[in-house]
């Protein structure tokens, strides 16, 4: 029987990708599916977008999701085409750029906002979603950025409040959206780096960080079983315990944290 294996958020970490894999035992006959954020924080963003090029080709069937940061440097091409500076200064965004070429922003533009896994009952997206909507009726900032949100007031009413807001920019009535979602189908996701790979009967989140030096999951679809790799090292640049300040950890569910 074929499989689908479903891998995390690589960030550059080409090398992380080809040792996990290789854990995997990953053959031709195997599906293979990104979950977005293949760029950015690690050295080897082309390397990256390839892989996922070659694998869908290989297969025949669509190998990646749009990331958050797929969309960024899609949106800064959209500005200097129209002639626009992008002003583009994260130091690895810069990078990014460096590397990418004609090529690789055409795949990427391509990117589909979920991919759905039918015989699974199962969805990949980015980010998440917003609670009381179908696949269909979602919108691109909730799929590629969902975080905490507040759907409902205390009494289970509706607010109308559609934002997301990082876990240390929320009020402290906002939670993460995994907390309002009840099916039908699983959902596979990465975006949010947790300490540990959040896992319940219609969840599984697999950014495990490895572009900070943590680790990089994959989800092996039909036994649903998580094969991982440590990240070599630590790309983060600040951007995990900004300024020398602590990481912050944030209770998402249960006994699992994500970073902000």
């Known amino acids: 029987m074929s499989r689908t294996i479903v891998i995390g958020d690589l960030q550059g970490c080409h090398r992380e990708a080809q040792r996990l894999l290789k ?19 690690g050295p080897d963003n082309d390397l990256c977008v390839e892989l996922a090029m070659e694998r869908e080709a290989l297969q025949g069937s669509r190998s990646c999701v749009m990331g958050n940061h797929e ?113 039908p189908e699983t959902i596979i996701f990465g975006h949010s780096v947790f300490d540990k790979p959040l896992v319940t009967d219609k969840l599984w989140g697999i950014d495990g960080g490895a572009c900070f030096g943590l680790k ?11 094969v991982s790799v440590d990240g070599e090292n630590d790309h983060g640049q600040k951007s995990r315990g900004r300024d020398g300040r602590p990481i912050a950890k944030y209770l998402v569910h249960e006994d699992v944290s994500t970073f902000s």
């Open 23 to 41: 854990a995997c035992e990953a053959t031709a006959n195997d599906r293979v599916i990104f979950a977005g954020d293949l760029i950015d924080r």
């Open 216 to 226: 990089l999951h994959a989800l092996i679809l039909p036994d649903w079983r998580l």
């Open 71 to 183: 969309a960024k440097h899609l949106s800064y091409r959209t500005l200097e085409a129209a002639g626009r500076d992008p002003h583009v200064q994260i130091p690895s965004h810069i990078a990014t750029r460096k590397q990418l070429k004609d090529k690789h922003y055409e795949y990427l533009a391509g990117l589909p906002s979920y991919i759905r896994l039918p015989e699974h009952n199962a969805v990949v997206v980015h980010a998440g979603l917003y609670p009381g909507r179908t696949i269909e009726q979602q919108e691109d900032r909730h799929l590629l950025h969902i975080q905490m949100i507040k759907p409902y007031d205390a009494d289970g009413k509706p607010t109308g409040e559609m934002g997301t807001k990082w876990p240390s920019k929320a009020p402290p009535d906002w939670r993460f959206w995994t907390n309002f979602y009840d099916g």
